[in-house]
């Protein structure tokens, strides 16, 4: 069976939320510029957001492992 190829900008924002919960800074974005970066920091923003409302590293986790389903599915 065949698997689809994930969409470049979905892996770029869920790379982003990973590196938001491991603490990382957004400056180590490793893409220069165009639409994945934006993606990337979008993942990063939302990351750092979530930490910051009260998220653990577990419930965040749980919400990008929920939000990458989704994604497929569109």
Not at 8 to 37: D, M, N, V, W
Not at 41 to 68: F, T
Request: net charge positive; glycine share 10%.
């Amino acid at each position: 069976m065949k698997r689809q190829k994930r969409d470049p900008t979905e892996r770029a924002f869920t790379k982003g939320y990973q590196a938001g919960i491991q603490g990382r800074s957004r400056s180590g974005c490793p893409h220069e510029t165009g639409l994945a970066r934006q993606q990337w920091l979008s993942g990063w923003r939302e990351s750092r957001i979530d930490q910051w409302d009260g998220l653990n590293r577990m419930a965040q986790v749980q919400k990008l492992s929920n939000l990458q389903p989704l994604a497929a599915a569109s």
